[in-house]
């Protein structure tokens, strides 16, 4: 299994009234882990937006076990979940500066193409991609 680490940077506009994380921040962070997971395989969004496609979000899910505040350091893990052809699942953890988990989590994506937003099979659209998310899934 291949697992990405991708710092994240704390910004202090990040917080909420309570000195903490914002909790919808964790989102972003997932889509900044899930974006360098792409590209430490040598594949890029971009490219498949280019394709002709997108890889919408289709389902979330973020369990919270602890609080980050502005100052620490934080850190996004990722890694292919699943990937049966049809949907990719990417796992995420976020954690602090102790490697502490703060937050865990799961984003599942279809591609479609981009002019109609028709789901497409992933190892239709890009074989070599498919096959690697094989090769460094969970």
């Known amino acids: 299994m291949f697992i990405s680490t991708k710092e994240i940077q704390l910004l202090y506009a990040d917080t909420d009234m309570m000195g903490v994380i914002y909790h919808a921040n964790y989102l972003k962070w997932f889509e900044l882990g899930r974006t360098q997971l792409i590209e430490d395989l040598g594949f890029s969004y971009v490219g498949m937006e280019e394709a002709g496609y997108f890889a ?6 973020c369990t ?48 479609v193409k981009k002019d109609n937003f ?10 070599e991609w498919f096959k690697k998310y094989e090769e460094v899934k969970k």
């Open 56 to 61: 919408p979000v289709y389902d979330v899910n």
């Open 64 to 111: 919270y076990k602890k609080a980050i505040r502005y100052g620490e350091r934080a850190f996004v893990h990722t890694w292919v979940e699943l990937n049966d052809g049809l949907k990719t699942v990417y796992g995420y953890s976020i954690v602090n500066g102790n490697d502490e988990v703060c937050a865990e989590g799961k984003t599942t994506h279809i591609v």
């Open 118 to 127: 028709r789901p497409v099979q992933f190892k239709k659209a890009f074989p």
